[in-house]
């Protein structure tokens, strides 16, 4: 064989097993998920962003019904609403109607964190404003999220819009509940979470630090084993809640890593009791609620 041909076909094997890991690698933006409907409540330079909506059974035209909306979690770098439709779908078995929003990361977006806070207020926005035709009662709306997701979630209730979001997108108003899952709650540059990922708003995009006065009741679950975001970051922001005359359950997992339902398996249906406890006292059930447990 010519020099020339086997290079040639060493360079072609070369960029065919690039690609193939390439392509192992990269998440792919989902446009549609089982069970849910789609609908695009912002564009980003072209690309629009797509909101997953699960309606539960006797969902009629004219609801006002109450809502919970879960963000994924990925360190701002990689998830799907994929991931987080679960809680939708958990929210719709409970009478409510659930919402996965998905959100810019680095991996899919190239984009830096201040883009997903970005993003999580102006879909919460968009919720508010086309509350009547989704069948939910704007005042109602419970908020989560899983590690950078209870970032993004926190972000929705705390009103002065921070670097990289526009007032425009803020919530009109606050949610009714938040529900956090491992969060990160603290990116400062002293205490918090991959600061240098923020830049020079490290301090101004981290929530214990820019708490209101008021913030919705919380509910927060961490484990004592996690490594990735440390408990310290949940401890501190209860205690700040508190001090301040807010509310925050904080409910600690022994044993737990960051996935704790992972290490813990018994945690799984216990956190999901837990919620649906939070949501009934806050009364954020559908008053007329007859509908099963999800298993």
């Not at 792919?28 to 629009?48: D, Q, S």
């Not at 590690?147 to 606050?174: F, M, Y």
């Not at 600061?195 to 919705?216: C, E, I, K, W, Y």
Request: glycine share 10%; charged share 20%; hydrophobic share 40%.
């Amino acid at each position: 064989m010519p020099r020339c041909l086997r290079l040639g076909t060493l360079l072609a094997l070369l960029l065919a097993a690039a690609l193939h890991a390439t392509s192992l690698g990269a998440e792919t933006t989902p446009t549609a998920l089982p069970g849910a409907e789609a609908v695009v409540y912002a564009e980003r330079n072209g690309e629009p962003l797509r909101l997953f909506v699960v309606k539960p059974i006797g969902w009629q035209a004219g609801d006002r019904r109450p809502a919970l909306m879960f963000f994924f979690g990925g360190g701002w770098t990689t998830g799907t609403p994929a991931s987080s439709v679960f809680w939708a779908r958990f929210a719709a078995d409970l009478g409510m109607v659930g919402l996965a929003p998905d959100y810019r990361t680095k991996g899919r977006h190239d984009t830096p964190p201040q883009a997903a806070v970005a993003d999580s207020r102006a879909a919460l926005h968009w919720v508010e404003e086309h509350a009547a035709a989704l069948g939910i009662d704007p005042a109602r709306i419970a908020v989560g999220g899983n590690s950078a997701g209870g970032h993004v979630a926190l972000w929705t209730a705390i009103t002065a819009a921070p670097p990289g979001s526009s007032p425009n997108e803020s919530p009109r108003l606050k949610p009714a509940a938040l529900i956090l899952f491992s969060s990160v709650s603290d990116t400062s540059q002293e205490t918090g979470y991959t600061p240098q990922r923020f830049g020079a708003d490290t301090l101004a995009l981290s929530p214990v630090h820019q708490l209101d006065a008021h913030m919705p009741p919380m509910l927060v679950f961490h484990g004592d084993a996690d490594q990735t975001v440390p408990l310290r970051q949940s401890v501190a922001l209860r205690d700040r809640l508190i001090a301040s005359g807010n509310t925050c359950e904080l409910h600690i997992v022994p044993g737990g890593g960051h996935n704790f339902g992972q290490d813990v398996p018994v945690w799984q249906e216990k956190s999901r009791e837990l919620m649906r406890d939070f949501l009934e006292r806050l009364d954020l059930l559908p008053r007329s609620r007859s509908v099963a447990k999800p298993e």
